[in-house]
């Protein structure tokens, strides 16, 4: 079955646009949670959702806003760029959420989309 | 709070070497972790998962870990290199304090060197 589709795969800005990712996941997975990675801060969480829920926020500032459709597609946005905001956005698919006690279930990640913002 | 530190940015290994990257975690509950590689310009992928049961944790590619309590380690090995095992490896803990979330902590990764 298709991975996690992330588009676009690259995209440059100018700081003080915004900027929207999508984030299609795995068929029939309803989690989606993003992360920014960039080499001095690495993986960082930003937010989670599941059937159209929001369920666990990073401490990102707002400008850092995401939505789920009930389809399971998700997408993120980024308000008035900042050339902090380059980085990779990496989206992950997961059948439910997990929680302690409960069985695990696997995030299958996407391939990112690079952000550059000029 | 649960963290995990990875010692070690960079591994550099012979082609045939042991691998063995460290992963230490801290967590006030039994925590569920993970090891992922990343591939230059490529998203994450599993490479092995402990959640409960068997110590020893088998993944793909011939890579295993072994939670140790005692140590509060997770260490992954390889007995042999390959030049294709050269990437980032990432350890991870489910944050199972966040309630019901899919929410990964990551190390800093360690990027590892195969050499001919």
């Known amino acids: 079955k298709a991975g996690v589709t992330q588009t676009p795969r690259y995209l440059i800005k100018t700081r003080g646009q915004q900027v929207t990712l999508s984030c299609s996941p795995i068929s029939g997975h309803r989690s989606v949670s993003w992360y920014q990675q960039t080499p001095g801060q690495g993986l960082q969480f930003l937010f989670e959702y599941f059937s159209e829920t929001q369920r666990n926020k990073g401490n990102f500032p707002g400008r850092f806003s995401g939505r789920q459709f009930s389809n399971s597609r998700s997408e993120m946005n980024v308000s008035t760029l900042e050339l902090g905001d380059s980085a990779l956005y990496l989206c992950a698919s997961s059948s439910t959420p997990t929680g302690a006690g409960q069985l695990n279930t696997e995030a299958f990640f996407g391939q990112g989309t690079r952000l550059t913002v000029v | 709070a649960q963290s995990v530190t990875q010692l070690g940015s960079h591994v550099s290994v012979s082609e045939g070497a042991l691998v063995l990257l460290r992963c230490n975690y801290s967590?006030?509950?039994?925590?569920?972790l993970f090891w992922y590689v990343q591939y230059p310009n490529q998203g994450l992928q599993l490479l092995l998962k402990y959640t409960t049961g068997a110590t020893l944790v088998k993944g793909i590619n011939g890579f295993e870990a072994e939670f140790k309590k005692s140590e509060t380690s997770f260490h992954l090995t390889k007995p042999s290199a390959h030049m294709s095992d050269a990437a980032e490896y990432f350890c991870a803990v489910s944050d199972l304090l966040g309630g019901a979330t899919n929410k990964l902590i990551f190390g800093t990764g360690t990027l590892l060197a195969v050499q001919p």
């Open positions: 967590s006030s509950v039994p925590p569920y």
